[in-house]
């Protein structure tokens, strides 16, 4: 008898204190809108974040489309003219486009030079085709110096976005 009741007053100690961290949890209704909100805000981030990559990229071309036009105004200081200016170019151009994910061109115009950053379109081991087709544009008027860049990647064929005069 004595067993019996001590059962009886664990059993009534068990029920009055609740159930026990463990025996506690999420209901599946709860878990339901976690999910959803989880799924509503990896929507909304998601295309920024993969447009990241993108700004990334371009930014590589820029910087380096910028230090080919400005060493490319040192080169006019020296040279006198535009075309000997590019002409001196060739191994900084080599050089730019070694390793990189664009193929950099520098063309000399009248009191100008420009330069284009086109992505790669071969297989090689930097090509890139999330960029496939697009390109940068920039120039430096070589009387004041200006640099003037794109600030985003541009289609093929389209117009350019800077001007140097």
Do not use: W
Not at 23 to 51: H, R
Not at 106 to 117: D, K, P, R
Request: include cysteine; aromatic fraction near 4%.
């Amino acid at each position: 008898m004595t067993t019996l009741n001590n059962r009886l007053q664990l059993a009534l100690l068990n029920r009055k204190r609740g159930k026990s961290a463990l025996e506690k949890g999420f209901t599946l209704v709860e878990l339901m809108i976690v999910i959803v909100i989880v799924g509503i805000l990896s929507a909304v981030a998601l295309p920024n974040f993969l447009s990241q990559t993108e700004r990334a990229k371009a930014t590589e071309g820029t910087s380096k489309l910028s230090g080919l036009l400005k060493e490319a105004h040192a080169e006019y200081q020296l040279a006198g003219t535009e075309a000997l200016a590019v002409t001196g170019m060739s191994t900084s151009i080599i050089n730019a486009n070694a390793g990189s994910i664009f193929t950099y061109t520098l063309t000399a115009g009248t009191g100008e030079i420009t330069g284009t950053a086109t992505a790669n379109t071969s297989s090689s081991s930097n090509y890139d085709a999330s960029i496939a087709s697009k390109l940068l544009y920039g120039c430096v008027n070589v009387s004041t110096g200006k640099t003037d860049i794109s600030s985003r990647l541009l289609a093929s064929g389209s117009g350019t976005d800077v001007s140097c005069s």
